[in-house]
């Protein structure tokens, strides 16, 4: 079936680190990628998502490359603010799943000032 | 355009009652979603409904049930709670499927509803 593994959290990085999160997936086919953000008390917001071989999805810094031979959709960010801690979420959806999201763990990210 | 909204945001109930949340999806989505949240399992998904029909179900127990009405707005209902359906329950809509084309996937959640059971 269908599944999507994430680094083992949590993550603490100071103001202006560089961020990596790692994700990988399992999956028949061309499945499409996703990552969401979710904020203390908030439900999740989409932060980018790719949806084939090679494609990049960015927004607000963040960035992320679709790597079929890997099966890898790692998040990153250049320089990470305080603002940007939350729980990060890699999913994937397939076609033949409907609107179905498969979701990693979730990864906890703080950042400090 | 109003998001996801779910009502009610807080629940508390005890063990063997039963319980209904709500979920109003953005205007013009026919697709709503629910997913269940827990420390433990994470995300799993629960159902879909897409113009009132369940259109996608995940593994869990017939406790869990759905509806949707014709104004796309949709119910989940979980009867004879057990301490581990303590949970943030999570609405998502979206507008796949609904065009010639598939087009693509984009969920929006709401804030959820949490449940408590004791």
């Known amino acids: 079936g269908n599944s999507v593994t994430q680094m083992e959290g949590p993550v603490t990085l100071s103001e202006e680190a560089f961020l990596t999160i790692n994700c990988t997936y399992t999956?028949?086919?061309?499945?499409?990628l996703f990552w969401y953000v979710q904020y203390p008390g908030e439900g999740l917001q989409l932060l980018l998502k790719?949806?084939?071989?090679?494609d990049k999805g960015s927004n607000k810094g963040f960035e992320a490359t679709y790597r079929k031979e890997t099966t890898s959709f790692h998040l990153e960010k250049g320089s990470v603010q305080v603002s940007d801690s939350a729980v990060y979420f890699c999913a994937l959806s397939r076609v033949t799943s409907g609107s179905r999201l498969t979701f990693g763990e979730g990864t906890q990210l703080t950042v400090n000032p | 355009k109003a998001g996801v909204t779910q009502t009610p945001r807080y629940l508390i109930k005890t063990r063997g009652q039963q319980v209904t949340l709500s979920c109003s999806p953005i205007s013009g989505h026919r697709s709503v979603s629910w997913y269940q949240q827990t420390p433990g399992q994470g995300l799993q998904f629960l159902f879909e409904y897409f113009s009132e029909t369940q259109r996608n179900k995940g593994n869990f127990p017939g406790r869990f049930s759905g509806r949707q009405f014709s104004n796309s707005r949709s119910e989940m209902n979980v009867s004879t709670l057990e301490l581990g359906d303590s949970a943030l329950y999570l609405c998502a809509s979206s507008s796949w499927g609904q065009g010639y084309f598939l087009g693509e996937n984009i969920q929006y959640f709401g804030a959820g509803t949490r449940l408590s059971v004791l």
């Open positions: 790719a949806t084939k071989a090679d």
């Open positions: 999956a028949t086919g061309y499945p499409s």
